[in-house]
């Protein structure tokens, strides 16, 4: 697959990892259970979870549920690519400008904001604890093993994920848009406003 650009359809089977947040994973000493973020996969197995992602009584451990959701069809959403969490550019020039502007991208019909490195699922989890996310709206996920940015080539190296945006709209590109080498101009959060 090449680069994606506005007028493509969102390509199908990309699925990321995740720690759902909840109260019992809130501090940084809970890790969470990873499981799997359908952006636009049909069919996901994953270990069956009780109510607020907490992790299930070791009888029903091996039970297993089936997800037929496709996140990015009914939503309009904000993916954002970084090259590593907690990494200084990610950390103190990206990621807070669309915390800062949750408001004003909600106020746009943004539903949620997908931020993706190759990071692990623990690490990404950690990293939006680290900056006070605690709901689903800014959702902090694993680009697992880079498939999906390697599938659009667009990577920084063959272990880091390129610092890049898409806005999805109802399972469209509407956005689509590589940094440059260094800084954030085209992938920031008035960058994407600006073109909603």
């Known amino acids: 697959m090449s ?14 990892g995740w720690v759902r947040p909840s109260p019992e994973t809130a501090g940084f000493n809970a890790c969470g259970v990873p499981t799997k973020y359908p952006a636009s996969s049909r069919k996901i197995t994953t270990r069956a979870t009780m109510t607020l992602g907490a992790i ?18 009914n939503k309009k959403v904000v993916l954002v690519s970084v090259p590593g969490a907690f990494t ?13 502007k949750t408001a004003e991208l909600k106020a746009k019909g943004v539903d949620q904001v997908v931020v993706i490195a190759c990071n692990d699922s623990w690490v990404m989890s950690a990293w939006g604890k680290a900056n006070n996310i605690h709901d689903e709206f800014i959702l ?3 680009d697992d093993d880079c498939k999906f940015s390697k599938s659009i080539g ?31 101009t085209v992938s920031g959060a008035d960058a994407i406003l600006a073109k909603l």
């Open 3 to 16: 680069a994606l650009k506005a007028g493509d359809s969102f390509p199908e089977d990309v699925v990321f």
């Open 56 to 73: 299930p009584p070791l009888d029903n451990a091996s039970k297993l549920m089936q997800a037929d959701t496709l996140e990015f069809k």
């Open 88 to 100: 200084p550019t990610c950390s103190a020039n990206h990621i807070p400008g669309f915390i800062a």
């Open 140 to 142: 902090f996920a694993s």
């Open 154 to 184: 667009w990577m920084t190296s063959p272990d880091r994920t390129g610092r890049y945006a898409l806005v999805i709209d109802h399972g469209k590109v509407t956005y689509a848009e590589l940094e440059p080498a260094g800084g954030v």
